[in-house]
């Protein structure tokens, strides 16, 4: 697995793949009674059905084995870009490869399981059912990257650091196209009041100076991923550490400050400096979904308030002695960001909810398949006179 160092394989992920291998290197396939090798490798990019796999002897193409298809209970369970895998594989990898992680279409491959996932960055779908969607896996960092403009909303970025402490990753917030004003300072000061104790990059990815400001925070070796909105600069950012145009980049609109979607689907590559980055594509919308004890990360100042309230069940909404509506009358905390924190919460709950539904719905739909084959086998028993 040597070759898979440069995609960010550590000891610990190391000993996890060959622990998932002894189990499945010996097994056979039943159609053809023939040994089928199974070897390791990093979902680097996923587009509809089919994935790209970076293995020890180069890329190759593969799709969810039967087998595991059955055990996805949720988005949650599939393989996702920046998952640890193991494939089944059914031909040899052709080759010529390329650097950048061109697939070989000829190779057919199954994934056949998913090793333990260190970090998995998730956000709500859009739409009414607002099931999880993966964005990316196993990332050290998630570089949250905003611009100077219309798209600068502190409120935007508290969604995307509560997701980021969820997902076990360090949130780090990028400020981009610091080139177009000289009055950052204010700007700075607001994001930073918004995700307090973030380390901030202001930044401009046309500048020489760009990406070397951003390389300090990033570590050969590590796994970082790129998420905002349109029209940010993730993709040119995503260039400059490259060094070279490996993404296509388009001008937001003049009218309103929008960005296209240029980037329409998430990758991984492997920098010259020995950085993995993953870019995403622009996300206007951001559902929180679980945050789970996140919100005490992103919200230290609320939750420090909140615990100076009367009463432990206080919603913080005019109820008697409350410390955060206090502080809001007195100006220490503005009141956009109670609400913000608020609604948070509320969002994170029901997501929660929604997720346990989904969880008894999928035992529900397991357990239907049970009995109704235990019902048929006792049919076919009476037909046949055989006791059970």
């Not at 440069?6 to 499945?24: F, H, K, N, S, V």
């Not at 409120?155 to 917030?173: C, H, K």
């Not at 329409?264 to 400096?273: A, D, Y």
């Not at 239907?368 to 055989?386: D, I």
């Amino acid at each position: 697995m040597s070759e898979l160092n440069r995609y960010g394989l550590t000891a610990e992920q190391r000993a996890e793949l060959d622990q998932i291998l002894e189990t499945l290197t010996y097994a056979t396939d039943v159609a053809t009674d023939r040994a089928m090798p199974c070897v390791a490798g990093r979902v680097i990019r996923n587009q509809r059905e089919r994935l790209s796999i970076a293995g020890a002897n180069g890329i190759f193409s593969a799709t969810v084995s039967g087998r595991l298809r059955h055990r996805i209970a949720s988005p949650l369970d599939a393989p996702a870009v920046g998952d640890w895998v193991i494939c089944r594989r059914q031909t040899a990898l052709d080759g010529g490869a390329s650097s950048r992680g061109e697939a070989d279409e000829i190779d057919d491959a199954q994934v056949e399981a998913i090793a333990p996932r260190h970090s998995l960055f998730v956000r709500r779908s859009a739409g009414r059912t607002g099931e999880p969607q993966v964005i990316a896996a196993n990332v050290d960092r998630v570089l949250i990257v905003t611009a100077v403009g219309n798209e600068l909303n502190p409120r935007r970025i508290e969604r995307y650091v509560t997701a980021a402490w969820a997902s076990g990753a360090e949130p780090l917030i990028v400020l981009n196209k610091c080139d177009r004003t000289e009055g950052v300072a204010p700007l700075i000061a607001e994001l930073r009041s918004a995700a307090p104790g973030v380390p901030l990059v202001a930044t401009s990815a046309l500048s020489e100076a760009g990406p070397v400001e951003l390389e300090a925070w990033l570590d050969a070796g590590s796994t970082v991923a790129f998420v905002g909105s349109s029209g940010v600069g993730k993709s040119t950012l995503v260039n400059r550490l490259l060094k070279e145009a490996a993404l296509r980049t388009h001008a937001v609109r003049e009218g309103d400050d929008k960005g296209r979607h240029t980037t329409t689907h998430r990758e991984l590559f492997v920098c010259p400096s020995g950085l993995i980055v993953i870019d995403t594509p622009g996300m206007r919308e951001f559902g929180l979904y679980d945050a789970g004890d996140a919100l005490e990360l992103t919200f230290p100042d609320v939750v420090a308030l909140i615990a100076g309230c009367r009463f432990r069940n206080c919603r913080h909404r005019g109820e008697p002695d409350c410390a955060v509506d206090e502080a809001v009358r007195r100006g220490v905390l503005p009141r956009e960001r109670v609400q913000s924190y608020l609604r948070l919460v509320a969002e994170s709950a029901d997501g929660d909810e929604r997720s346990r539904d989904a969880a008894n719905r999928e035992k529900h739909r397991q357990w239907k398949s049970v009995t109704k084959g235990m019902r048929k086998r006792q049919r076919l028993h009476e037909k046949l006179g055989l006791k059970h």
